[in-house]
């Protein structure tokens, strides 16, 4: 069974949403929408970069005045 309707996420909707939705559908990606036009494109690759990106932030000392 073919499915037709287009799975989205809005843009300001919880990444954790966006990615379950992302999952759910088993899609290689999930068009982020704003205002019914096209804002971006969600991966299951760009998701394990921003978990990367944000780990190495967390991890790196605050920096001093």
């Known amino acids: 069974v073919?499915?037709?309707?287009i799975r989205s996420a809005k843009v300001g909707e919880p990444a954790d949403r966006a990615l379950a939705e992302l999952r759910e559908c088993r899609c290689q990606s999930l068009p982020i929408m704003a205002d019914g036009r096209l804002a971006g494109v969600?991966?299951?690759?760009?998701?394990?970069?921003?978990?990367?990106?944000?780990?190495?932030?967390?991890?790196?000392?605050?920096?001093?005045p």
């Open 42 to 64: 969600l991966t299951l690759e760009n998701v394990g970069e921003y978990v990367m990106i944000d780990a190495a932030l967390r991890a790196r000392p605050a920096a001093g």
């Open 2 to 5: 073919m499915e037709t309707a």
